[in-house]
């Protein structure tokens, strides 16, 4: 019920942005590290600024020179390690970049879980619960004014909505400690540097004290004919 009554709520990005952000002036912050998001969220953050009549800090797009800890891993671990550490004071980054899967699936900050394995697969359960339920309320006493259908466009929309908000939060909650976020892929180059690649293309090599990897794990697929074009294999976790 309350993410039915959450998604309900949230049919405007202006009222997502309200519900997501711990305070308003969290949208000053996003924008003041405006390199770190996407053309939809800077035009989303910016409206509701205007708005709001917010003071919009100026973008800081210099990279640090040198990190006390870099993360590498944009899921629950890297996520909690990253915040964690520069709530005690540390310059902390973290570096997520998602591969896409044969089929082409990719997906955001927040990892696995959030994205494409347990909160996505256990909110389409929900939604076959209460399907199941409605069957069977009938024998329970309830009276239906007509037989209950399902709107799988309707539960996909909401689904997609509930995780893009969870997204921003993140994003939200890394620009809140002054943690860096570098969508990018990363490679060692020694032990205390690695080379990172944005979707365009761009290298930047970044050095830090620690690296903490905490990519998690992805599905080898098996030496058979078609199994790369299956879309159950690969891409969704466990949960």
Not at 39 to 68: E, I, K, W
Not at 141 to 158: C, D, L
Not at 203 to 214: G, M
């Given at each position: 019920?309350?993410?039915?009554?959450?998604?309900?709520?949230?049919?405007?990005?202006?009222?997502?942005?309200l519900r997501q952000l711990?305070?308003?002036?969290?949208?000053?912050?996003?924008?003041?590290?405006s390199q770190e998001l996407?053309?939809?969220?800077?035009?989303?953050?910016?409206?509701?600024?205007?708005?709001?009549?917010?003071?919009?800090?100026?973008?800081?797009?210099?990279?640090?020179?040198?990190?006390?800890?870099?993360?590498?891993g944009g899921g629950s671990?890297?996520?909690?390690?990253?915040?964690?550490?520069?709530?005690?004071?540390?310059?902390?980054?973290?570096?997520?970049?998602?591969?896409?899967?044969?089929?082409?699936?990719?997906?955001?900050?927040?990892?696995?879980?959030?994205?494409?394995?347990?909160?996505?697969?256990?909110?389409?359960?929900?939604?076959?619960?209460?399907?199941?339920?409605?069957?069977?309320?009938?024998?329970?006493?309830?009276?239906?004014?007509?037989?209950?259908?399902?709107?799988?466009?309707?539960?996909?929309?909401?689904?997609?909505?509930?995780?893009?908000?969870?997204?921003?939060?993140?994003?939200?909650?890394?620009?809140?400690?002054?943690?860096?976020?570098?969508?990018?892929?990363?490679?060692?180059?020694?032990?205390?540097?690695?080379?990172?690649?944005?979707?365009?293309?761009?290298?930047?090599?970044?050095?830090?004290?620690?690296?903490?990897?905490?990519?998690?794990?992805?599905?080898?697929?098996?030496?058979?004919?078609?199994?790369?074009?299956?879309?159950?294999?690969?891409?969704?976790?466990?949960?």
């Open positions: 019920a309350c993410f039915a009554d959450r998604q309900n709520t949230l049919k405007t990005a202006t009222l997502l942005l711990p305070c308003l002036r969290g949208c000053s912050r996003l924008l003041s590290r996407g053309p939809r969220q800077r035009r989303l953050c910016s409206t509701l600024a205007q708005r709001l009549g917010l003071p919009v800090q100026a973008a800081q797009d210099n990279m640090p020179d040198h990190f006390d800890l870099l993360v590498i671990g890297g996520l909690a390690c990253s915040k964690r550490a520069a709530q005690h004071g540390k310059k902390v980054a973290v570096c997520d970049f998602v591969k896409p899967t044969p089929i082409g699936t990719t997906w955001k900050l927040g990892g696995t879980c959030v994205n494409v394995g347990c909160i996505p697969k256990k909110l389409m359960h929900t939604a076959a619960l209460l399907g199941e339920g409605m069957k069977d309320a009938v024998s329970y006493g309830w009276e239906m004014p007509a037989e209950p259908t399902h709107k799988w466009e309707t539960m996909v929309e909401n689904v997609q909505q509930h995780i893009f908000s969870l997204n921003f939060g993140y994003r939200s909650d890394l620009m809140e400690n002054s943690v860096k976020y570098l969508n990018a892929y990363a490679t060692f180059l020694d032990p205390h540097t690695v080379r990172t690649v944005d979707k365009k293309g761009k290298e930047v090599d970044v050095t830090a004290d620690t690296i903490v990897i905490a990519t998690g794990g992805r599905p080898n697929y098996p030496d058979i004919p078609g199994a790369a074009g299956v879309s159950g294999v690969g891409d969704a976790g466990c949960g």
